[in-house]
């Protein structure tokens, strides 16, 4: 399959210590039964986990598998054995980059990843787009996902505010 478009058949987060699907996006037909894509990540898991040195780059059944390891997870792009390694690496790279710009660096978990599953979810969608890579440059990504909400000092500061107005107003208005 050639092509000039770079594009991801695969995206997965899995529990660095049993393998668990954490998240998983697949973009193509070649996992097309929840058996299948479950049988891909565990033999990608049982290839990469062993690895202790920190590899970043495999190839496995045609399927060139890029990812990161964390404290309890791994982090996988993979594409056809002939995209372009260093491009899939970089993705994965800005998308790792955007979840610690939007989590204020904090370190990636499992429970970070779990307790801003929309953030994670909102920033793999502006990345891959029906499996094309779309942006690959974090500040781009993170300011299109990064919409926060109000910390609650912030809410609750503004609702003593209107609560004040509100009051004075009326105690304007009853004199």
Same mark, same amino acid.
């Not at 994965?92 to 955007?98: E, G, R």
């Given at each position: 399959?050639?092509?000039?478009?770079?594009?991801?058949?695969?995206?997965?987060?899995?529990?660095?210590?049993? $393998?668990?699907?954490?998240?998983?996006?697949?973009?193509?037909?070649?996992?097309?039964?929840?058996?299948?894509?479950?049988?891909?990540?565990?033999?990608?898991? +049982?290839?990469?986990?062993?690895? %202790? #040195? $920190?590899?970043?780059?495999? *190839?496995? +059944?045609?399927?060139?598998?890029?990812? &990161?390891? =964390?404290?309890?997870? /791994?982090?996988?792009?993979?594409?056809?054995?002939?995209?372009?390694?260093?491009?899939?690496?970089?993705?994965?790279?800005?998308? /790792?980059?955007? *979840?610690?710009?939007? =989590?204020?660096?904090?370190? /990636? %978990?499992? !429970?970070?990843?779990?307790? $801003?599953?929309?953030?994670?979810?909102?920033? *793999?969608?502006?990345?891959?787009?029906?499996? /094309?890579?779309?942006?690959?440059?974090?500040?781009?990504?993170? +300011?299109?996902?990064?919409?926060?909400?109000?910390?609650?000092?912030?809410? +609750?500061?503004?609702?003593? &505010?209107?609560?004040?107005?509100? !009051?004075?107003?009326? #105690?304007?208005?009853? !004199?």
């Amino acid at each position: 399959m050639s092509s000039f478009l770079y594009t991801v058949t695969s995206f997965f987060i899995l529990d660095s210590s049993k $393998g668990e699907r954490v998240i998983a996006k697949y973009y193509n037909n070649d996992f097309d039964t929840l058996q299948k894509q479950k049988a891909f990540e565990k033999k990608v898991f +049982d290839k990469t986990s062993k690895v %202790n #040195f $920190g590899g970043e780059i495999t *190839l496995l +059944d045609n399927y060139l598998v890029v990812y &990161k390891s =964390f404290s309890n997870i /791994i982090i996988y792009m993979v594409g056809d054995q002939n995209q372009n390694e260093i491009a899939l690496l970089y993705v994965l790279n800005s998308f /790792i980059d955007t *979840l610690q710009n939007l =989590f204020e660096n904090s370190q /990636i %978990n499992k !429970k970070l990843i779990l307790d $801003g599953i929309n953030y994670t979810l909102l920033t *793999l969608d502006e990345i891959i787009d029906g499996g /094309i890579i779309m942006e690959s440059d974090s500040a781009v990504i993170a +300011d299109r996902v990064g919409i926060k909400a109000p910390d609650n000092d912030d809410l +609750d500061e503004s609702i003593n &505010k209107a609560v004040t107005s509100v !009051k004075e107003q009326l #105690f304007n208005f009853l !004199k």
